[in-house]
Structures are given as structure tokens and as C-alpha cells.
């Protein structure tokens, strides 16, 4: 099973990718974690925001795997605990499909795609900004599954 994080952004700065390739090391192919970037369109003065959030979103679905797992990660959606992730990354694992985490861009998700996602998850009611969300979701995920396998990182 792989985990595919599908966000919306431009090019992150060194410490960002620094920090998430950190966590997504770790993890065993078993439950991997791919990351696949949709670049932002860009956002000006007179920019159509409509069309570009349709555009981005677009370009999201075609990068989901067949058959995967959709969850968008929503303001609205549910908090979960670690232990909470870590028991649906343990049921996600025991299904066999491929899972698809979409991160919108400025303006969020466009409205089809979330609409279509199977669950809807919020990493926090703080706004977060797309570089940490980044970090933040490999270490989360890295963190679910050493509770799995009773590794000693989270105490």
C-alpha cells in the first residue's frame, strides 16, 4: 500500500523538503509515501481564480491512483488523534488500496474533487501553511505507523 499525497504548490524551500523526505524515508515500502506536486496557477492582480482552482483540480484527479482511497484535507473535516490515524492507517493498510491525500491550493480544493473524496480530514482548526501541512502529514504518518509496529518514536 502507498500513500500518495497530492498537493498544490510551487516549489518549496530547502527546509521544507529537508523535513519532509525526513519522515518519508522512514516509512517501508509497505506504506510508502509518494508525493506528487501540482503546480499553482498563477495568481495576479486580474487572475481567474475559478478557472485556475478548476484547472489545479483537474490535474489532481488525474494523478489519483485508480481505485485509491480519497481524502481531502478540509478545514471542515474530521480532527483525528495519532491513534485514531494510526488505526485507519492500519485499516487502509489491511484493504490493499492505494490512498490519495489532496491538499488544495490557496483557495482550497476545487469544490468537484472534494466532493468527491471518500472522508474528509482537518490536521487542525489553525491555519497552516502549505509547507508545514507538508512536514507536519509525514510526520503524522511516519508516527501512525511506529505505533503499529510498537516502535519506541512514539511515547
Given at each position: 500500500?502507498?500513500?500518495?499525497?497530492?498537493?498544490?504548490?510551487?516549489?518549496?524551500?530547502?527546509?521544507?523538503?529537508?523535513?519532509?523526505?525526513?519522515?518519508?524515508?522512514?516509512?517501508?515500502?509497505e506504506c510508502g509515501l509518494i508525493l506528487?506536486?501540482?503546480?499553482?496557477?498563477?495568481?495576479?492582480?486580474?487572475?481567474?481564480?475559478?478557472?485556475?482552482?478548476?484547472?489545479?483540480?483537474?490535474?489532481?484527479?488525474?494523478?489519483?491512483?485508480?481505485?485509491?482511497?480519497?481524502?481531502?484535507?478540509?478545514?471542515?473535516?474530521?480532527?483525528?488523534?495519532?491513534?485514531?490515524?494510526?488505526?485507519?492507517?492500519?485499516?487502509?493498510?489491511?484493504?490493499?488500496?492505494?490512498?490519495?491525500?489532496?491538499?488544495?491550493?490557496?483557495?482550497?480544493?476545487?469544490?468537484?474533487?472534494?466532493?468527491?473524496?471518500?472522508?474528509?480530514?482537518?490536521?487542525?482548526?489553525?491555519?497552516?501553511?502549505?509547507?508545514?501541512?507538508?512536514?507536519?502529514?509525514?510526520?503524522?504518518?511516519?508516527?501512525?505507523?511506529?505505533?503499529?509496529?510498537?516502535?519506541?518514536?512514539?511515547?
Amino acid at each position: 500500500m502507498r500513500i500518495h499525497l497530492i498537493a498544490v504548490s510551487t516549489k518549496m524551500p530547502a527546509w521544507v523538503e529537508q523535513g519532509y523526505q525526513e519522515y518519508a524515508k522512514r516509512l517501508p515500502s509497505e506504506c510508502g509515501l509518494i508525493l506528487h506536486e501540482i503546480p499553482a496557477g498563477k495568481r495576479g492582480k486580474n487572475a481567474d481564480i475559478a478557472r485556475l482552482t478548476r484547472q489545479e483540480g483537474e490535474k489532481m484527479a488525474a494523478t489519483i491512483p485508480k481505485g485509491a482511497r480519497v481524502i481531502a484535507l478540509e478545514v471542515g473535516g474530521k480532527p483525528w488523534s495519532t491513534e485514531q490515524l494510526s488505526a485507519r492507517l492500519k485499516g487502509w493498510m489491511g484493504e490493499g488500496r492505494e490512498v490519495a491525500l489532496l491538499g488544495g491550493g490557496p483557495e482550497g480544493l476545487e469544490p468537484g474533487l472534494s466532493a468527491s473524496a471518500d472522508e474528509y480530514w482537518s490536521l487542525s482548526s489553525l491555519t497552516l501553511p502549505h509547507p508545514l501541512v507538508r512536514i507536519v502529514l509525514a510526520e503524522q504518518i511516519y508516527r501512525a505507523w511506529s505505533i503499529l509496529k510498537g516502535h519506541p518514536y512514539h511515547r
